[in-house]
């Protein structure tokens, strides 16, 4: 009998090799998109694409994983293009990705507060065009305090509401470049050197 412990801690080096572990555990196979950039030693994907079932493996692989230099995770998903009225309410039961529920959202942040917490090499982070609520960015938060490495991080065209920037989140908004266009919040290119100062001055 395999020890689950010493997998888990073996494979948290190693996010391909576990990912197609725990999709072969759920009788699924890695999707090719995950696959593609991960060749290249990264996370990089459209988050739209992936279905309910297939962010179990991803989720579980990613708050392990001590790897990754970056992760990069998309949604471009706009229902209301080209929609009125009761077509706007066919567009969202039917065609909205799992990413765009509240709990696929905060479920990926508790993974990446996990990831943040225990990696020596992620250095970039960019979570683009997702919709971030106030307990997502909590969590997020906590991740962001405990990393050591974190170079840059981008929150580009992600919808944040005043009631989520009332969050401690707000505390690390001098560490952004802010861009208000689209109700969202920009945030690239911070420097290590800063983030740290200020994980130091909030402790």
């Known amino acids: ?28 196979v890695p999707l ?47 229902p209301w293009l080209g929609e009125t009225g009761s077509d706007k309410s066919k567009v969202c039961r039917s065609r909205v990705p799992a990413i765009r529920t509240r709990d696929v959202t905060f479920q ?39 990393s050591s490495t974190l170079v840059h991080l981008s929150l580009a065209n992600c919808p944040i509401g005043d009631g989520g920037l009332e969050s401690e989140f707000q505390s690390y908004l001098c560490l952004f470049s802010l861009d208000w266009s689209h109700d969202s919040l920009h945030a690239m290119l911070i420097p290590i050197w800063t983030f740290s100062w200020c994980c130091v001055y909030l402790n």
């Open 108 to 146: 990926l942040c508790k993974a990446l507060k996990c990831c943040l917490s225990a990696s020596n090499a992620l250095k970039n982070l960019e979570l683009n065009g997702l919709v971030l609520r106030e307990r997502d960015l909590n969590i997020l938060t906590k991740g962001l305090n405990k």
């Open 32 to 78: 090719p998109a995950v696959r593609a950039c991960l060749r290249e030693g990264v996370l990089d994907f459209n988050a739209d694409r992936l279905r309910l079932v297939d962010w179990t493996p991803l989720l579980s692989t990613l708050k392990i994983n001590k790897d990754l230099p970056l992760i990069s995770i998309k949604s471009f998903f706009q």
């Open 1 to 28: 009998m395999i020890d689950s412990v010493k997998l888990r801690r073996d494979n948290s080096a190693d996010f391909f090799s576990h990912y197609e572990y725990l999709c072969a555990l759920q009788d699924s």
